[in-house]
């Protein structure tokens, strides 16, 4: 296993979003791609911000507003695997000490 990942959106203006009938469109512009996503991949983008975070400090970010199952650390992680893959946002390793 490799390092530690952290997480962060991609850079300013890279995603243009529109909301519609309960899914969120996101409009890729480096690769002109828009893509449909549905919960929980919104509510997870949305919890991110410029600045990296591991999906710890994420799933406490959003276990403040959601009930998030037993397995939610795993569920994370392969949705932020999803969202990165989509390049919606951006995986980094990060050092541990």
Known sequence: MGEPAIWCRCNEGEILLRQ?????LAY?????????????LPEIWGA??????????LLERLS???DLGKNALA???A???ELAAL???????????
């Open 20 to 24: 519609i009938d309960g899914l969120m």
């Open 64 to 66: 403040a507003h959601y």
């Open 48 to 57: 991110l911000d410029a600045e990296p975070v591991s999906a710890e400090t």
């Open 87 to 97: 390049g919606l946002i951006r995986e980094r390793a990060c050092a541990t000490a």
């Open 79 to 81: 949705h932020l695997e």
């Open 28 to 40: 890729h512009r480096p690769s002109g791609l828009t893509h449909m996503l549905a919960s929980p």
């Open 75 to 77: 569920e994370l992680t």
